[in-house]
């Protein structure tokens, strides 16, 4: 069974930084591909940042050039750099992964970024 747990979640200050994590377990071949989502209160989830095997990238407009996504495949864990963050990265973030068939989906870490 395929389970992905995030961690690193926070209240950070605005300009400030935080890590998400993703460790994924259940996993016996590789992850094709995995993502970062967010979903702000009143907001439909969208995507922040993929990254899938072979290690290219893509990243929402609005957190190019402050976020960083980055994978371990040996440890089957994703990564989530967050820096100069803005009140407006405030979400829940949700990290993803596609694997088989199927999509899989962690539990969510709040980010709260102040003003």
């Known amino acids: 069974q395929v389970r992905l747990v995030e961690s690193g979640g926070g209240l950070v200050q605005a300009g400030g930084s935080l890590r998400l994590s993703c460790a994924a377990s259940?996993?016996?071949?590789?992850?094709?591909?995995m993502g970062w989502y967010r979903q702000a209160p009143g907001k439909q989830r969208e995507l922040v940042a993929v990254i899938i095997n072979g290690g290219n990238t893509n990243y929402a407009d609005s957190v190019k050039g402050r976020f960083t996504i980055s994978r371990d495949n040996a440890k089957n864990t994703e990564y989530l750099q967050m820096n100069s963050l803005k009140p407006e990265d405030t979400a829940v973030y949700y990290c993803?992964?596609?694997?088989?068939?199927?999509?899989?989906w962690g539990q969510g870490t709040q980010v709260t970024v102040s003003s």
């Open positions: 259940g996993i016996r071949f590789n992850i094709r591909a």
């Open positions: 993803n992964a596609e694997y088989g068939s199927s999509s899989y």
